[in-house]
């Protein structure tokens, strides 16, 4: 009798173990949930994730973030890892914009169609950096300029095949101009040296990374590749305002594996909505000279779809193979 | 000077010195792993800095940027293991001075005088000169790039002392490792085989480690196999540096901080270069040249100096035209702008004494940095006495985790041990292991601002020679690949005349 009643009390609790795994409503009591940041600490994606994250935290209750960098094979070994991980909300990552580029360099076996996107935080447009003392002082006066001086213009890129130089491809395709393209592969920094320093004459490149040299007037900023002008330069026109309709942008996005249950997508997606809402949070990504965005959700996954197709028409323009 | 005292006032508080003093000891901890580079410190340090007001956690930063490069030192002496890739020049002489010639205390107090040396001296040139500075800096475009990177690639034929011919095989090897990945002009990719891992290249520090750190942890067990635990007889008398040892490396320590302090302002060039680069010029300008690679003191002096110097030099353009000059500068750039500080030509005009609570954070740091080496030498040197086959295990566990930890990847362990068993047999054969580092540090370097340069002038080669800078690097580095054969020739002639006329 004694024995088995105790058999009942151990299956009894067997169950309700197997009853508190099942129930998903606990989504994310307890658990450890793991980002996978495909950049090196430091950098533009971490920063932006690390911040993310940690004002996240407030808006997600009972969650802990944890953040791993997984900065290997430019980022595509850790966008494959969050999209291999177990679709149990426990591991989440961040993607870039290369995402939207390198499937079609054959670089990336995953797209953006492998996971589900959470929020993304940032999305720096493409602006046209040039000297303060140049002679154009408009984006038309720079194209007539390019027009009329066919391939003359050097202007600086972050890398052949990256983002800014999309940028520059893009520009070449919608005015049929030619530029010189000068790539500077160690990133951003030394290309807006390169402009101030006056050895190119101009540079593709986010708005901000300018900021300091646009402040103390060394150089000017023509236009930015967005829709709505940036709150760091509310007085430099956007493409559109000037007739030109494509954007050109470098996002991140916090995103979940495919396949991911929907509760527990929304949960999350309702959280990121409150954190990139939060002032507190603008407030940290603006002085960082990042300009806030707060696109969530499906926003995100038909920006990524469609940044996918268009810059898969731009490569095309470019030997990267 | 109103603003100094300002500054003075405002870094000088027990709360302040404490946070510096606590960045500079994580600073010299993560320095002395291998592995954990001075970056990842700062990056993780980084999100404490919101906690604290105005400048306090940007100090704590400052610390650990320079408490990092000088902890490298201390590994890179006593193991022969690079604490982080801007030691690697050290291991050249710190290591035979404290090892073979039994004299740890004698090299430990070399390099943290010249660490702090290099350190102080360019924070005073950050502070007195860094608007001309900045603007030499500016001067650089691809070609002056290009043949500064020759100019450290001609350095290969000192580095390797027993033969010439190896160390230009490594030096090639190390090249043609740093083209792997994806090139970085048009993109293609090169050499690999269709690998996520290799697009991105090999990571240069789990080679670092495993040609430094497993290759030799490999070569003592080698050495220490069936035999007893032999107690060395370390002389310790003194763990400042005796007058006679600071008279010979005043001049070297002077040169290898203005290198430093040059290079470390030139953006997208650090520590690693600019080691190599001095510890080359000390040995060229060296009365005593045969005791490079031996223990020469000038050997352990100006790598040290070098890179300690390039933190002050660092921040040069960073601070003066909002362009970081190395990856912690990067980081220290964006805990700045956390703190509303926007650095840039408007920030000397705007933040004065934010300004120059930097330029005292820096001598209060290396100051800092001085006494906490100075106080451990003791400590450290009992590292040498530690019976092998408890140090051996621990080495080779270092040097797992550190190859782990730079990037998460377990790929990176397995490229850490195929390095350290290639390194094993190119030291038996005799091959520079820094001939291979400085490769693999310049090929990058050199490959694409070389390219870049033929992109700007449109395949003109004149554009190498036209230009001042770049000629004079040019010229420089021919000099030094022919000035060892030529002085042979000299030497042998001499000799002829002499045994002519006996």
């Known amino acids: 009798m004694k024995r088995k009643s105790i058999i009942l009390i151990a299956v009894i609790m067997m169950f309700s173990l197997i009853m508190t795994g099942c129930g998903s409503k606990e989504y994310p009591q307890g658990g450890q949930i793991t980002v996978i940041i495909p950049k090196s600490p430091g950098g533009g994606t971490d920063i932006t994730a690390r911040g993310l994250i940690q004002y996240m935290k407030e808006h997600a209750e009972g969650a802990t973030f944890v953040p791993t960098n997984k900065p290997d094979g430019n980022g595509v070994t850790g966008m494959v890892e969050t999209a291999n991980a177990k679709k149990d909300g426990y591991t989440l990552g961040m993607v870039t914009v290369e995402l939207a580029m390198f ?25 046209v950096i040039v000297p303060v003392d140049a002679p154009y002082q408009t984006l038309q006066e720079f194209i007539d300029y390019a027009k009329a001086h066919p391939g003359e213009l050097q202007v600086g890129n972050s890398g052949t095949g990256a983002i800014w130089h999309l940028a520059a491809v893009a520009m070449e395709d919608q005015f049929g101009i030619e530029l010189t393209h000068v790539p500077y592969s160690e990133g951003t920094a030394p290309s807006i040296a390169a402009v101030v320093g006056g050895h190119i004459d101009a540079v593709m490149s986010s708005p901000s ?25 509310p007085e430099v026109p956007t493409f559109k305002e000037l007739g030109f309709d494509f954007s050109i942008r470098a996002w991140a996005a916090l995103v979940a594996p495919k396949d991911t249950p929907e509760e527990i997508v929304d949960y999350l997606v309702t959280a990121a909505q409150a954190t990139v809402n939060d002032p507190a949070f603008k407030e940290y990504l603006s002085k960082q000279g990042i300009s806030p965005v707060d696109i969530t959700g499906d926003e995100v996954y038909k920006m990524m779809e469609a940044d996918h197709k268009y810059y898969g028409e731009l490569l095309k323009m470019v030997d990267v193979q | 000077m109103e603003n100094i005292i300002l500054a003075f006032q405002n870094v000088v508080t027990i709360e302040n010195v404490s946070l510096i003093l606590f960045g500079t000891l994580v600073g010299i901890i993560v320095g002395a792993l291998p592995g954990l580079s001075v970056n990842m410190g700062i990056a993780l340090l980084f999100p404490i800095t919101f906690a604290f007001q105005g400048m306090s956690g940007i100090l704590m930063l400052i610390g650990i940027y320079c408490g990092a490069i000088y902890g490298g030192s201390v590994s890179a002496i006593l193991l022969n293991t690079p604490g982080t890739p801007a030691s690697a020049a050290t291991t050249l002489d710190g290591y035979p001075m404290a090892i073979k010639n039994g004299e740890p205390g004698r090299a430990l107090g070399i390099s943290t005088f010249s660490s702090v040396f290099g350190g102080l001296f360019s924070a005073a040139c950050l502070m007195i000169v860094s608007p001309l500075l900045a603007k030499v800096a500016l001067q650089f475009s691809a070609p002056e790039y290009f043949a500064l990177a020759i100019f450290g690639i001609s350095i290969i034929t000192s580095v390797s002392s027993k033969s010439i011919i190896k160390g230009m095989m490594g030096g090639i090897f190390g090249l043609l490792i740093s ?39 490999l070569l003592t067990v080698e050495d220490a196999y069936g035999e007893e635990a ?52 000390a040995k060229r300008w060296s009365k005593h040249k045969n005791e490079f690679g031996k223990g020469a003191v000038e050997g352990v002096a100006a790598p040290e100096a070098g890179n300690n110097a390039v933190s002050g030099g660092a921040f040069v353009p960073m601070l003066t035209l909002g362009i970081p000059g190395d990856g912690a500068t990067a980081i ?84 850490m041990v195929f390095f350290g068993i290639a390194g094993y047999f190119l030291i038996k054969f005799d091959f520079s292991m820094s001939a291979i580092v400085i490769g693999i540090i310049l090929g990058p370097l050199a490959e694409s601002n070389l390219r870049r340069a033929l992109v700007m002038s449109s395949g003109n080669i004149s554009i190498f020679f036209t230009r001042p800078i770049s000629l004079f690097f040019i010229c420089v580095s021919v000099l030094s690949l022919v000035a060892p054969i030529i002085s042979a020739f000299i030497r042998e002639r001499r000799l002829e005349v002499d045994n002519f006329k006996a």
Do not use: C, W
Request: net charge neutral; no cysteine; charged share 15%.
């Open chain 2, 332 to 415: 220290i750039l964006g805990a700045l702008m956390v703190q509303g500080i926007q650095p840039g030509p408007l920030l000397f005009t705007e933040h004065t004494s934010k300004v120059y609570a930097i330029f005292l954070g820096l001598f209060v740091a290396n100051a800092i940095m001085g006494i906490l080496g100075f106080s451990s030498i003791r400590l450290f040197v009992k590292v040498v006495n530690v019976p092998k086959k408890i140090l051996i295990p621990i080495i080779f566990t270092l040097t797992f985790v550190g190859a782990f930890a730079i990037n998460n990847s377990l790929i990176d362990v397995f490229v």
């Open chain 2, 179 to 217: 083209t792997i990945g994806i090139d970085s002009m048009t993109s293609h990719l090169r050499f690999t085989f269709g690998s996520i891992y290799l697009m991105g290249g090999i990571s240069f520090v789990p080679v670092l480690i495993g040609l430094f750190a497993f290759s030799q942890a």
């Open chain 2, 230 to 281: 032999v107690k060395y007889n370390v002389k310790l008398d003194r763990v400042f540096p005796s007058i006679a040892d600071l008279k010979r490396i005043f001049f070297t320590v002077l040169r290898s901080s203005f290198i430093g302090t040059f290079i470390g302002a030139v953006p997208g060039t650090g520590g690693d270069i600019a080691s190599y680069i001095s510890y080359n010029e």
């Open chain 1, 209 to 233: 990374a300018a900021k300091a040299q646009v402040d103390a007037g060394a150089l000017k900023i023509l236009a930015v590749m967005a829709d709505e002008r940036t709150d760091i330069f």
């Open chain 1, 103 to 127: 499937p079609h360099l054959d670089r990336s076996p995953v797209t953006y169609e492998d996971f589900i996107p959470i929020a993304a935080p940032i999305a720096d447009p493409a602006a």
